[in-house]
């Protein structure tokens, strides 16, 4: 039977839980660094229990170490004699081997390019390597669940003990975090903090004092580099290739022969996936340092040190619409969250929205005012709804796949799990039955197809005996897909943005609602704002899809709002408002 926690409260220096579970069945508090568990106080009236641990107490005469305290059971020692016993008892320990010896196989002995072979080395240092950690770190959290109104509301849980005149502080924080199945699990996590005087410096932190020595080097770098108001840069730090905004935007400029009155340059590198020589970084700050303009798409690093000139116009030209999961510092507290004072973010002038109704929540994103807002419209949707590109892109793919007019479209394009380009993944075995899927798609007459985000390295491992229903198409463009289906299949993503503007029908697939909302964060409730059904079960998927449901829930019209672009000139908007200078009509917020 598993451990239902009901509610956790503070009383004073008390952290307090209350649950049911079986007699042989305690939570307890683990810390992995020390391999130490901590038992509650507890008192029990069948199966409802009430701990309690002082927090000032909870070592002998000593407060709870700092570090994080995971709650969970613990693993019987007669489970673990050898591996075959433990996944007897506990099969679902295979997925937390696997994961850890993902995390700790060292990367030159990797191949994330061929997930067959990966996942092969993987299995070989699972009785070794994998084993190993069970038996060093023998807790458990799969079978504890929780109140869900605990994980979405943890931060009303967080404490602050102030001592030696409020100098010295001793924090609790509850944080909510997932399993690399999707599983949520709950810390406490215990830190000692002394008052910073001075919070834009943090003196003790090695990645600061990096971004204080860079910031030297640009500016060495900016005094003896040639600042031209007529140099446009076009820089990407997460990929090798431009985003479809910054690549229309150039090309348009060539179009209306603006490359004649303007130096365009193109810098496209990724900072994330491999080691980055010093002198790339150099390259960068001098390109930096010369623009008059500079478009970026997405998070670029380099931003979060660097102090432009005064008359450098930096315009981050996002790429997404509004979904609901959090980011920027809309994630603000949570981890992976960016800095609320060296953050690239905050260097904008500028940052394109699809419409004016996304001023609010950009704003809260980037941490800008909502002035710097420009509502041009989203230049890679500029042509989407044409006739001649949709007629184009219709034909190339069902030259391609002959089978995309033989039966109804499912596009599935969820984003990724894990908190960013590095840690990307999603779930599938977690979230798919695929036998039941190709079931109801033979039933139906229905195709499934999969447009996973380019961050997640593995693509969705289809048994050979569905792949003529159920197909991985993540190669191709997610725009053009969206003209030969008939549903889409997402979750938090914005890419259902794109997807209303053809008027058809989406549906929410969220089985780790709870999780992910609690973990990653979200913006918006999708309880709330999601213009489609919702489902929180493969069960429930499988009956929206089979029965046509979908068709049954209309967008709410605040939804739609959100999704309207505001005509189809969102390029020559973007150019002529940031570089031009013209004052175009509903680009700029209006004066109150």
């Known amino acids: ?14 952290f307090e839980v209350d649950y049911t579970a079986d007699e042989d ?19 029990r009236e069948g199966r409802k229990v009430h701990g309690r641990i002082n927090i000032t107490t909870a070592q002998g005469r000593a407060p709870l170490e700092a570090g994080d305290w995971i709650l969970s059971t613990r693993i019987p020692e007669t489970y673990l004699t050898d591996l075959d016993t433990l996944l007897s008892a506990l099969p679902h320990m295979q997925g937390r081997m696997e994961n850890h010896v993902r995390r700790t196989l060292p990367p030159r002995k990797r191949d994330r390019t061929d997930k067959a072979h990966d996942d092969e080395l993987i299995a070989k240092y699972i009785p070794t390597m994998g084993f190993q950690s069970i038996k060093e770190h023998p807790y ?3 079978d504890i669940t929780y109140n869900p109104e605990i994980p979405l509301h943890a931060e009303t849980y967080a404490r602050i003990f102030r001592y030696a005149t409020g100098y010295y502080q001793y924090n609790a924080c509850l944080i909510p ?35 204080q020595i860079l910031s030297v080097c640009y500016r060495v770098i900016a005094f003896f580099s040639h600042w031209d108001q007529k140099r446009v ?3 990407k730090e997460n990929g090798e290739e431009p985003n479809e905004n910054m690549d229309i935007i150039r090309r348009r400029m060539i179009e209306r022969g603006l490359d004649q009155e303007f130096t365009i340059v193109e810098r496209y590198r990724n900072t994330f996936r491999r080691f980055q020589n010093i002198l790339a970084w150099f390259g960068d700050m001098r390109q930096i340092a010369q623009a008059g303009y500079i478009f970026i798409d997405d998070y670029a690093p380099v931003f979060n040190f660097l102090k432009l000139n005064k008359k ?16 920027g510092y809309a994630r603000f507290g949570i981890s992976g969250s960016p800095d609320p004072f060296s953050s690239g973010h905050r260097s904008y002038t500028y940052a394109l929205v699809g419409n004016e109704h996304l001023r609010d929540i950009y704003s809260e994103v980037f941490g800008i005012e909502e002035e710097a807002l420009l509502a041009t419209g989203m230049p890679r949707l500029e042509h989407f709804l044409d006739d001649d590109v949709v007629e184009a892109a219709t034909t190339k793919l069902q030259g391609k796949y002959p089978w995309l007019d033989k039966g109804r479209i499912l596009l599935f394009a969820p984003t990724f799990r894990g908190t960013g380009q590095l840690t990307a993944f999603y779930p599938y075995e977690a979230y798919f039955d695929f036998k039941r899927l190709y079931e109801m798609l033979e039933r139906t007459n229905s195709y499934f197809i999969f447009e996973m985000h380019h961050f997640i390295v593995y693509r969705p491992v289809i048994p050979k005996e569905y792949r003529d229903r159920i197909i991985d198409l993540s190669d191709e463009s997610f ?42 964060g979200v913006q918006r409730s999708i309880d709330e704002m999601a213009p489609g059904q919702i489902c929180e079960s493969f069960d429930d998927l499988l009956e929206v899809l089979e029965t046509e449901s979908y068709q049954e829930k209309k967008p709410d019209v605040s939804s739609l709002d959100r999704c309207i672009e505001g005509g189809m000139l969102a390029t020559d908007r973007v150019i002529d408002t940031v570089l031009l200078g013209k004052d175009v009509p509903g680009v700029r917020k209006e004066p109150q």
């Open 1 to 14: 039977m598993a451990i239902y926690v009901e509610n956790i409260a503070w009383n004073r220096t008390y």
């Open 25 to 43: 069945e305690e939570l307890l508090l683990y810390r992995t660094k020390t391999d130490t568990f901590l038992h509650f106080d507890s008192m």
């Open 140 to 142: 458990d959290t799969s």
């Open 177 to 211: 975090r997932a399993t690399y199945l999707g599983e949520l699990y709950l810390v406490l996590s215990m830190t000692f903090l002394k008052v910073n005087r001075n919070p834009r410096v943090r003196r003790f932190s090695l990645r600061f004092r990096e971004k």
């Open 233 to 235: 840069l076009f820089l």
């Open 312 to 327: 450098t116009v930096l315009t981050q030209v996002w790429h997404a619409g509004v979904g609901f999961k959090s980011v």
């Open 479 to 520: 725009n053009e897909l969206c003209y030969v289906s008939d549903v889409l299949i997402t979750d938090y993503s914005s890419c259902f943005y794109d997807y209303q503007l053809l008027k058809r029908p989406v549906v929410f697939y969220v089985p780790d609602k709870v999780t992910y909302s609690a973990t990653r």
